[in-house]
């Protein structure tokens, strides 16, 4: 890289972790005016990008990875993992974090020509561990050294059992099965841990993390990636194993490798401890005092691979790969991936061949750098390399929208365990990273966005299994607590949800308490008690409370429900509190509370109380016109049709009040005018109670003295609705709508309906105009059987169909004559309350 000032600083700032070093380099950066800083991991290079983002901007900040990329037009500062640096942009600061990479087996070459090459015009800095000192100073003589002394003081405290390890401690293990068994016996032990591995989705990682961080948990099962600049509020580093497999071989970590682990206890100026399981026994002195002063052997090589390629042909590129290096302390890295997978496409012929020129030699290695995140380096990832080559070199020289739809859209299933979930988000990530070469597609931000959507779920996913398995917390400190017969803290938040010690354990919705299931573990008996039993100690001062504000609560803080097909409920807080249910009066109904595990039977009775005042008040002010009072009605036949709608409800055919309609004087029906009562030819009815809330109430009513539920009303505002089945014609009636025939009409339009067809009748037989279909909302067929129950005979057949008005009486609506054969049904509603109201006088 070019370096654009005669004297640029180049500066190693070394020491142990928790020295402060990344933030150093930071402050250093955002103290120029651009800069670049390369991170060995994603989620680094994310947790600093979010960083630089509230200190400057969005929009002067961009993160580059492998698999993101975030850059804004007029972006200064590059938060960047080290492969993704980008080494031909000029900046004024650049860094490397975590120089000692430079040893990795499989990265290291990565870190070396970032050693060797990159540069700021102004500053350049690296950060790592001292074991990099010699090297550095050979390889880049101009270095000047930084030594930053570690913050805190680490000391060993030997071997522990794990169930007397200390909260806040991490265990560490260095493969996924022994990191899932002590996960396992921590949850079983202490209740649960978080898990930090590598081949977890850093949004996965990240949300284990925060479950920590926040308390949610007291332990930490994790591989060796937390060693790698991850700042969390560890005590305690406990090793569970000192060998792991490199890639190549199984082999014991070096002292200054444990260090970069165990140095991830304490933080800031708080000292931290480390130590070993008591099943792999202690350190060695050597091995603790190496660690504890921070004192190992220094590196003596780092891997080089040949950065200046040639890509004249596969060959050539090959044998450029292969180059050694020449100077001290440089040695040939190991065959990496994006190598082997050169060499298995080279070996397809077909590949082979569409490697003609320079470019295409250049496009297969860019093929070949395609991480597999799934590490297996299968042959299905070199088939998956090779059919995307052939892709860009063939046809429109894109990948094809619907392969690559194919390809993502098996991977998108929240189904499986975690080893199923983590192996999808492998496999996204590869197509994440294919989206975000923008030539290589047609449509490469739709690609970018999908793939990210689709890792964001799976990574939820596999938190929430993880979280399932591993994490049992809240009732281990709910047995804890209730075993200890101590006090147990709680209280209920705003909307309902319950915490005890701190753990969220259920909900209390109104009056009813109900248990948290996923806070219940394996032995969900004992959970479910221990549960119970310390949200009763809890709740019961917020019950006590509740039911004062309920019987102090205005009548606006109800709210009647009736749900079709349900029973209807009264609800205060936007919970159900209470049930109407039938009484002696239609009228009035009572209120039943439910027989809540919480409320005693004198606090039901009260609440019972409240409620029934209220849904009495509710009943009449939305029936005003039924409660009108008697006295204000002449004696006799005024009242006593005021009392028969209100054993109707509101509406009732004529016939049933003809003998009293019959006996009316002018000024029975003047009064009757005055109180709102019309008298039609057909019906006599209440027309305040056709409204929509009137029609509930009286469905509502009449469905609670025939013991149905939540009968289905008609829409607002419908002129007839067809009749249902099993649905009574009592119901109809109830809420205003008169059976004729296939349909229920309502009461007024049957009124509107009759004067029109008694006017058309004076001038002889008339034909069904379009007017009382359309008033009616009926078809011809229908009117035709309306026009029948209302009195009309028809005539005529077909097109010509007429209609004349019969005798007075034939074909009315009301009550007809009951046939010798027929007696009126004892057990209906209706008939219970006449005998109810006649033996009240």
Request: glycine share 8%; charged share 25%.
């Amino acid at each position: 890289m070019q370096i654009f000032s005669d004297r640029p600083r180049i500066v190693a700032v070394l020491g142990p972790t928790n020295t402060g070093k990344t933030h150093f380099a930071m402050d250093r950066m955002l103290a120029h005016e651009s800069g670049i800083i390369g991170f060995p991991l994603r989620l680094l290079a994310r947790e600093n990008y979010e960083r630089a983002v509230a200190i400057k901007g969005a929009s002067r900040v961009a993160l580059i990875t492998g698999e993101e990329k975030i850059i804004p037009k007029s972006a200064k500062y590059f938060m960047c993992t080290a492969e993704s640096m980008p080494l031909s942009r000029a900046v004024a600061f650049l860094a490397l974090d975590e120089v000692q990479m430079c040893a990795d087996p499989d990265r290291g070459h990565v870190f070396t020509e970032r050693l060797l090459r990159a540069r700021g015009r102004h500053e350049t800095m690296f950060m790592g561990a001292e074991t990099m000192r010699p090297l550095i100073r050979a390889l880049v003589p101009e270095t000047e050294f930084l030594e930053r002394p570690r913050l805190s003081t680490l000391s060993y405290v030997g071997a522990k059992k794990t169930a007397r390890l200390p909260s806040r401690s991490a265990l560490v293990a260095f493969t996924a099965p022994d990191v899932y068994a002590i996960a396992e016996l921590v949850r079983r032990q202490r209740g649960g841990a978080a898990l930090v591995m590598g081949a977890l989705s850093p949004r996965t990682r990240n949300a284990q993390v925060a479950m920590y961080q926040d308390g949610e948990v007291d332990y930490l099962v994790a591989t060796d990636a937390i060693g790698m600049g991850l700042n969390m509020d560890i005590d305690h580093v406990c090793f569970a194993a000192q060998r792991k497999f490199d890639g190549r071989f199984h082999r014991t970590l070096s002292p200054a490798e444990m260090a970069q682990i165990a140095g991830r206890a304490g933080r800031h100026m708080n000292d931290g401890t480390f130590g070993t399981t008591t099943e792999i026994g202690g350190f060695d002195d050597d091995m603790v005092r190496a660690i504890e002063d921070h004192e190992f052997e220094p590196l003596r090589r780092v891997y080089w691979r040949n950065w200046n390629l040639e890509f004249r042909s596969p060959e050539t590129l090959r044998r450029s790969l292969a180059l050694a290096p020449s100077d001290p302390g440089l040695v040939r890295a190991r065959e990496a991936d994006d190598e082997r997978a050169l060499a298995v496409l080279m070996a397809d012929p077909d590949t082979l061949a569409l490697a003609a020129n320079k470019e295409a030699v250049h496009l297969l290695w860019e093929i070949c750098r395609i991480p597999d995140f799934r590490k297996v380096m299968s042959d299905a990832h070199a088939r998956l390399l090779a059919s995307l080559y052939r892709h860009l070199r063939t046809g429109d020289e894109r990948i094809p929208t619907d392969w690559i739809a194919a390809q993502v859209n098996h991977l998108e299933r929240l189904d499986g365990d975690i080893d199923t979930l983590t192996q999808r988000i492998a496999g996204v990530r590869t197509w994440t990273y294919v989206s975000y070469q923008s030539d290589w597609l047609a449509d490469a931000d739709h690609w970018q966005e999908r793939t990210r959507a689709i890792e964001d779920r799976l990574s939820d996913a596999l938190h929430e299994r993880l979280t399932q398995r591993f994490v049992d917390r809240r009732t281990a400190v709910l047995v804890k607590r209730l075993q200890e017969n101590t006090e147990i803290l709680g209280a209920v938040k705003a909307d309902g949800e319950v915490v005890v010690e701190g753990h969220v354990v259920g909900q209390l919705n109104g009056f009813r308490f109900q248990a948290d299931q996923s806070s219940i573990g394996t032995d969900a008996a004992v959970s479910a008690r221990a549960i119970d039993r310390a949200a009763a100690q809890v709740l019961r001062q917020e019950i006590e409370a509740r039911i004062g504000r309920l019987r102090a609560a205005p009548d606006t803080a109800f709210r009647l429900n009736a749900p079709a097909g349900e029973a209807p409920t009264i609800h205060w807080l936007d919970e159900a509190v209470g049930r109407p249910v039938k009484a002696a009066d239609v009228l009035r109904p009572r209120v039943r509370v439910p027989a809540y595990e919480l409320l005693t039977a004198t606090e039901r009775d009260a609440i019972a109380v409240r409620l029934d005042a209220w849904l009495a008040v509710e009943i009449q002010t939305r029936l005003t016109a039924l409660f009108n009072s008697p006295d204000s009605l002449p004696s006799g036949p005024p009242r006593g049709i005021l009392f028969q709608l209100r054993e109707h409800l509101g509406s009732m055919p004529r016939a049933a009040a003809a003998a009293e309609v019959a006996a009316l004087d002018r000024s029975g029906r003047q009064a009757l005018r005055r109180a709102g009562i019309v008298i039609g030819r057909e019906s006599i009815y209440l027309p305040t109670l056709l409204k929509p809330a009137a029609i509930m109430m009286r469905g509502m009513l009449y469905d609670l003295q025939a013991d149905t539920k939540g009968t289905a009303l008609p829409t607002p505002g419908r002129m007839s609705v067809p009749l249902e089945d099993g649905v009574q014609p009592g119901f109809y009636e109830a809420i205003g709508y008169r059976p004729l025939g296939a349909l229920a009409v309502r009461v007024d339009i049957i009124e509107r309906v009759a004067s029109r067809a008694w006017e058309l009748s004076r001038a002889g037989a008339f034909a069904a105009p379009a007017e009382l279909m359309n008033v009616i909302g009926c078809n011809l067929a229908e009117v035709t059987e309306i026009l029948k129950r209302l009195g009309y005979r028809c005539i005529g057949n077909g097109d010509d169909i007429r209609f004349r008005r019969q005798k007075p009486g034939a074909g009315r609506t009301g009550p007809r004559p009951v046939s010798k054969a027929r007696k009126a049904d004892p057990d209906s509603p209706f008939a219970k309350l006449g005998q109810l109201m006649a033996e009240n006088g």
